[in-house]
Structure formats: C-alpha cells, structure tokens
Nanobody, 125 residues
Framework: QVHVVESGGGSVQAGGSLRLSCAAS????????MSWFRQDPGKEREFETG????????YYADSVKGRFTISRDNTRNTVYVQMDSLKPEDTAVYYC??????????????????WGQGTQVTVSS
C-alpha cells in the first residue's frame, strides 16, 4: 500500500507562486499515477492536475492550464506541482492522491487508493 505526504503549502499574494511536493512511500510506488485535487469547505474534491506513472502524460483542469505545471521524479518518489500566477480563487486545501490508473479517469476520486492529509494554500488579493 502506497502512502503519500504533501508539503509546501502556505500563503502568498495574488500573482505569486508556490510549489507543492508529494512524497510517496511503500513497497512499489512507481506504477502509481499521481494527481492533485483541491477541496473547498463544504464541497467535493476537484481534480486540478495529474501525471502518469512514467511522467509521460499530464492532465490539467481548465482553470489551471498555463499556470500550474506537474512533474515527477521517480528517483525520489516525489511529485511536484509548480503553481504560478496564483489567484485568490486558488485558495483551498490541496490533496495529493495516488492510484494505479491505466485507462481510467484521472478526475475521478474513486480511481485513487491513497490520499495525503492535505496542505492549505491561501492566496490573498
């Protein structure tokens, strides 16, 4: 069973940048696709960005295309999301998720078997 732990959240002014990291551990982390979701109070988790196990394929929600960049370093079992041009509406708790997704839907939370504890991102205007 893979475990994931996020880090890198914080507070930033609009237009600023943050980089979130997600460290994976477990008996076999490499076949896992990894994604980032956000959650606002009282709402469902929403897909933001995902990356295939090899790093060769990436996916982005329309709201973050051109601003967020996901990458992974399989030598470090870590996935990153570089968040640039942040907006106040990006404020949320961000969760890292891992799942063995081959032909599935990266935006579907049920595809994932491991979730981190979440990290707060706050963007002020």
């Amino acid at each position: 069973q893979v475990h994931v732990v996020e880090s890198g959240g914080g507070s930033v002014q609009a237009g600023g940048s943050l980089r979130l990291s997600c460290a994976a551990s477990g008996p076999s982390v490499h076949p896992y696709a990894m994604s980032w979701f956000r959650q606002d109070p009282g709402k469902e988790r929403e897909f933001e960005t995902g990356i295939s196990w090899s790093g060769g394929t990436t996916y982005y929600a329309d709201s973050v295309k051109g601003r967020f960049t996901i990458s992974r370093d399989n030598t470090r079992n870590t996935v990153y999301v570089q968040m640039d041009s942040l907006k106040p509406e990006d404020t949320a708790v961000y969760y890292c998720a891992a799942g063995e997704i081959w032909w599935g839907d990266y935006t579907n939370t049920s595809e994932y078997t491991a979730w981190g504890q979440g990290t707060q991102v706050t963007v002020s205007s």
